[in-house]
T-cell receptor, first 115, second 110 residues
């Protein structure tokens, strides 16, 4: 079965450093999403992306976050200057389209630790 | 904003037992997702349903749109079913912008 793949699986970074989390969505999917889950808390929506632009973003997705699809296959989440509170599991997901009849497929997650 | 509540928060069962996990939400929705988060952290989509009932193997999901309530049932539970089960609903009309419940941690003992 096709799957969403994410790299790295775990990254440790110094506070203030830039981090890029990478995702390869399922090949025929057109809608892409990032979510995060702080340890012990609920999963939270960050951003959705379609046709090379952001469709929706949450309050969490502030100016230190950005997303892009640099080469037609990868979908990246960049955190410009990491803070301790950015430590979380980040999930990438994709779907064929955003309609209610379509399943969202999640990756295994990238665990980010900011020290 | 939709509020998503799940119950119970934690559930311990003996292998073979019938399991029910409940989810309620406050605002009408177009579809509801049931997700499984396995111990390694990854998330798998189990069901997406907008009405009635869906079945996949030993898993059954039902939804009552009028009562704003959904249930996930596991028949003949097995230790490999041990995971966190999460209910999620769209925020407004957007499918990807989901509001997630806190999850139900299920532990099935042999």
């Amino acid at each position: 079965e096709p799957e969403v793949t994410q790299t790295p699986s775990h990254q440790v970074t110094q506070m203030g450093q830039e981090v890029i989390l990478r995702c390869v969505p399922i090949s025929n999917h057109l809608y892409f999403y990032w979510y995060r889950q702080i340890l012990g808390q609920k999963v939270e929506f960050l951003v959705s992306f379609y046709n090379n632009e952001i469709s929706e973003k949450s309050e969490i997705f502030d100016d230190q976050f950005s997303v892009e699809r640099p080469d037609g296959s990868n979908f990246t989440l960049k955190i410009r200057s990491t803070k301790l509170e950015d430590s979380a599991m980040y999930f990438c997901a994709s779907s064929v389209d955003p309609g209610p009849g379509n399943t969202i497929y999640f990756g295994e997650g990238s665990w980010l630790t900011v020290v | 904003k939709n509020e998503v509540e799940q119950s119970p928060q934690n559930l311990t069962a003996q292998e073979g037992e019938f399991i029910t996990i409940n989810c309620s939400y406050s605002v009408g929705i177009s579809a509801l997702h049931w997700l499984q988060q396995h111990p390694g952290g990854g998330i798998v989509s189990l069901f997406m349903l907008s009405s009635g009932k869906k079945k996949h193997g030993r898993l059954i999901a039902t939804i009552n749109i009028q009562e704003k309530h959904s249930s996930l049932h596991i028949t003949a539970s097995h230790p490999r079913d041990s995971a966190v089960y999460i209910c999620a609903v769209p925020y407004g009309g957007s499918q990807g912008n989901l509001i997630f419940g806190k999850g139900t941690k299920l532990s099935v003992k042999p």
